[in-house]
């Protein structure tokens, strides 16, 4: 036992020097200052263009709604952020996010009122639009992706260890998720903060593959306690570190101590509302948004693209639906769970927490376009192994938010950006070989140059021609249907992966750790 100890210990101490040897002796650490310089100047560049909601009274839109949250959180005491009064009505923007998502806003509202007073005053700073106002706003979305960015640097160096011969495209994997232009129009266009849930979330997976697993749990709760959607990746999580638990000597021991930091990372993020029953059930109460409906808008997802022949909301009640739901998500989890805690390993991970992103973005409740980012991120991981899935999969998760896209007036940036990725996808001596257009099959090349072309007519239509008086909403439901058929056939594709991978490991294989 000592003896198996012992070689653990070393493997493990092995695998780090590896990785540090790696990233100083092959000089990764220009490429990715590199790299990461031209995604800021990217990010600075498309956030001079407008936002959502810009100019749109009364409500606005996502920048507001953000703005407001500062403007509450640094004008009210913490034991009324979530509370419906005279001074926070919940029904304009109210918070809706986890403590620490509130937290966050709190410190950005310092900044703004530091240096700019009047865009977070109370009451009187609704709407507010000025030029300095909305420089500092941005600048705040910037400086969180000193989050998202150490974050993926973390996750390279781990995943050098493991990529097999991959690592002189290391280089072309940073561009890839850096550069990933749903996440840079959503954050830095339409406005949001899906870089601190997401680095976060990054973080945690660098230490799974670093097996490091009580810091994953750490850091993986702080991204739930950021954002709720961050529960996507939870089945995965989950399952991988339970059957890593139950592959050790000590099961119970092991858990426990996973437990521990779950429940106390929890509590010092809920703190100042665990004095009251109360104060957490208005905190609960704003993190399930029932009332917004089933999805919104046109959503690439199972529920939003059947209801054009099935009316789900007419035939079942809300109650009805979260049940339905939530039977929905579970058991299209259940089979990648099953592997990750029959035969858990580092690879079939990274595919379990994709197909657990798609099982919760296709069926869970209240969906909407900026959701697909989630499954997004385990993809953009897996592209040095899956290079032509992740294109794939970011040509049509960027052609599903589309429309939001040019609501929000971000139609320049939509083309340039996806310029750039195809760009740098194709770069010579970029991607990793995959096999040769010309040794598929007739049809298997015939149906993607239809579906790519039938995608450039889309944008086009959707530009320069009216939909018909009845049916106002047209071209969104056509793109809607195309992008959930090829959402559907990626996670087909990433499930049955997972399985041949998990089934490469044979059970027992790994032996008891202590």
Known sequence: MKKSRVIKVVKVETNNNNARWWLTHTSISAPFICVSLFAILVRVAVSLHPYSGAGD??????????????????????????????????????????????????????????????????????????YFGKLLMRWTVLSSDLIFFPAVLWLIVAFADQSRGHKSKIAWH??????????????????????????????????ILSDKDLVASFLFSLA?????????????????????????????????????????????????????????????????????????????????????????????????????????????????????????????????????????????????????LLPLLPASILAIEEPFIFQWFTHFALLSMFPLLCRDKLLLPY???????????????????????????????FYVVFLLFLSFVLHIIYLTVDPPKKYPFLFEAIIMLLCFSQFVLVAVYTNWKQWILSTKSPIGSEKKLA
């Not at 709190?106 to 009451?123: A, D, M, Q, T």
């Not at 550069?179 to 990054?202: A, E, R």
């Open 174 to 207: 940073v561009a890839m998720i850096l550069l990933n232009p749903c996440l840079i129009l959503i954050d830095h266009g339409h406005f949001q903060y899906n870089c601190i849930s997401l680095g976060l979330t990054v973080g945690a997976i660098a230490t």
């Open 415 to 445: 083309i340039a950006l996806y310029g750039i990725f195809i760009f740098i996808y194709y770069a010579p001596n970029g991607k990793p070989d995959t096999p040769n257009p010309r040794s598929w099959s007739r049809v298997a090349s």
């Open 224 to 372: 739930l306690n950021h954002k709720q959607m961050s529960a996507y990746y939870a089945p995965a999580f989950f399952s991988y570190l339970l059957g890593k638990c139950l592959k050790r000597r000590n099961p119970l021991l092991e858990v426990s101590k996973l437990g521990m930091i779950v429940i106390g990372t929890f509590a010092l993020v809920w703190w100042p509302y665990l004095q009251s029953r109360v104060a957490v059930l208005e905190v609960l109460s704003r993190l399930a948004p029932f009332e917004r409906g089933l999805y919104e808008d046109y959503v690439a997802n199972f529920w939003c693209t059947t209801s054009v022949l099935i009316k789900w909301k007419r035939l079942f009640t809300t109650q009805s639906l979260k049940l339905l739901c939530l039977f929905m998500t579970v058991c299209s989890c259940l089979p990648s769970m099953f592997l990750q805690i029959r035969a858990p390993s580092t690879r079939t991970f990274l595919y379990g927490l994709l197909n657990s992103a798609f099982s919760f973005y296709f069926f869970s409740f209240q969906v909407h376009e900026k959701s697909v």
């Open 57 to 130: 009274p009364p409500k606005y839109g996502d920048f507001e709604a953000q703005r407001h949250w500062m403007e509450i959180t640094t004008n009210l005491p913490v034991n009324e952020w979530y509370q419906n009064t005279t001074k926070n009505d919940l029904r304009y923007w109210g918070l809706d996010y986890p403590p620490l998502t509130a937290y966050q806003s709190y410190v950005h509202g310092l900044v703004l009122k530091f240096f700019h007073p009047e865009s977070v005053s109370l009451y009187t700073s609704r709407g507010h639009e000025s």
